[in-house]
């Protein structure tokens, strides 16, 4: 499916005029995207597994969101500071439904980076502590503030020091290189423990900031037991529990929430991503008495909570429920699932598959004894597999793991195209 035909004149366009350091691998050219498949220059077409990274979650263009977003366009665009819109009340009151007691306020956004921030000033201000805790691997965004908390590559720090102070790391369970889910969850919480005595006293800590399964760092799910500890370890020293859902949830893994997996309820989410299946909107949501807490001022935006991307936000979590979607998530996940076990059961440098619901990693090792990482397949993979017409993603510190984020309305019929592809490109990388 690789293009044949010389560059069309917006790839010339973005190779000369559009930054660098987003570093674009590849200069396939799209010019249209419907359902799952995103459409070429040349015409050749692709199932779309990448979905803007874990962001249309519905696939591309679809007809709610589309008609919904064509409705507010020809309303209402924006307007923060002049009164309230009812695509954005409607969004927040949906979202609150959405989440468990006490989540019942919302403030708005553009992008995840953002609402981490926010969550950040939120719990120093509510709590009149510095300190933040965040776990090695995580990512939370590439603002300054964010970039403090995130550790899952260097590149995105090396250069910016000095990063935001009293931000302080603990090892996250990682099952697969830490001796499985109950050893995992044993040692992380024993460190973070520690941290708290050792580091930071406890109650210094504002915040706690956690991906239930880790994104960009590698696709690794926290066990359950890990999410009960650190429930109770926020509650004995009073630290806010920021669940950062940002590619977690949304239906993403099986469940509405990532948190639920762990049977606990954190104190404020991070929304981004999928919320509005592709138009930047992101959210921080708590109970409304948490955020009465923050004082009026304390925060703000300009174009957080834009009426075109609430619109939109509410046709999803329509769709969301309407269409059963976050059981397609557990269903199609679990098939996605034994597909790629079957293919690890075949192929030696598959080192692990794992992963809650429906964001499945597959990690690649040079060997099953070192466990060593395995770049170099994992991007002949890739390339193999987008030249077969199925793009898919690497994430993980050493660039070692492809994660598995198809649409969370992907077809049993999709899920067995995929695995065939993969099964190619694996054979041929
Ligand atoms: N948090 C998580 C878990 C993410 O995956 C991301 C983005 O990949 C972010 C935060 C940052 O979101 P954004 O890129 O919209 O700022």
Request: proline share 4%.
């Amino acid at each position: 499916m690789l293009q044949t035909q010389t560059a069309p004149e917006f790839v010339t366009l973005a190779r000369d005029h559009i930054s660098p350091v987003l570093g674009l691998k590849s200069d396939r050219a799209f010019v249209r995207g419907e359902g799952h498949r995103l459409y070429a220059v040349d015409g050749s077409s692709y199932l779309d597994f990448v979905c803007g990274i874990a962001t249309t979650v519905l696939g591309h263009a679809h007809p709610a969101v589309t008609a919904a977003i064509h409705r507010q366009v020809d309303k209402l665009v924006h307007i923060n500071g002049a009164g309230y819109a009812e695509p954005t009340a409607r969004l927040a009151a949906e979202l609150s439904a959405a989440l468990p007691d006490p989540f019942d306020t919302v403030f708005f956004s553009n992008a995840g980076t953002e609402v981490i921030e926010g969550a950040v000033k939120l719990a120093r201000r509510v709590t009149g502590r510095p300190g933040v805790v965040a776990f090695r691997g995580g990512f939370h965004g590439r603002t300054l503030g964010s970039v403090a908390l995130t550790t899952s590559n260097l590149n995105y720090r090396a250069g910016y020091e000095p990063l935001l102070p009293s931000v302080y790391h603990a090892p996250f369970p990682d099952a697969y290189h830490m001796g499985g889910d109950e050893e995992a969850s044993g040692l992380a919480l024993a460190a973070l423990r520690e941290l708290l005595v050792s580091e930071i006293p406890g109650r210094s800590v504002a915040a706690l900031v956690l991906e239930v399964e880790q994104g960009e760092g590698g696709y690794r799910p926290a066990p359950a037991g890990f999410l009960r500890g650190v429930r109770e370890i926020c509650d004995e020293y009073g630290i806010l529990w920021v669940a950062d859902e940002i590619q977690c949830g949304y239906g993403r893994t099986g469940t509405m929430w990532g948190f639920e997996h762990g049977g606990v309820v954190p104190d404020v989410v991070c929304l981004a991503k999928g919320i509005a299946n592709g138009l930047p909107l992101s959210a921080l949501v708590t109970g409304r008495a948490l955020q009465e807490r923050w004082g009026v001022g304390a925060h703000g935006t300009t174009f957080g909570g834009n009426p075109v991307a609430c619109a939109a936000g509410v046709a999803v979590l329509e769709t969301i429920r309407r269409e059963g979607l976050v059981a397609n998530a557990a269903e199609r996940g679990a098939q996605l699932r034994a597909g790629l076990e079957r293919l690890q059961g075949r192929d030696e440098r598959i080192g692990d598959v794992r992963g809650y619901g429906m964001m499945i990693g597959v990690e690649f090792v040079t060997d099953r004894d070192s466990k060593a990482s395995d770049e170099t397949r994992t991007s002949r993979v890739l390339e193999r597999a987008a030249a077969l017409g199925l793009l898919l993603l690497n994430c993980g510190t050493h660039h070692n793991v492809i994660r598995w984020i198809p649409p969370l309305n992907v077809t049993a019929a999709e899920v067995t195209e995929a695995l065939d592809i993969f099964e190619r490109a694996l054979v041929e990388a």
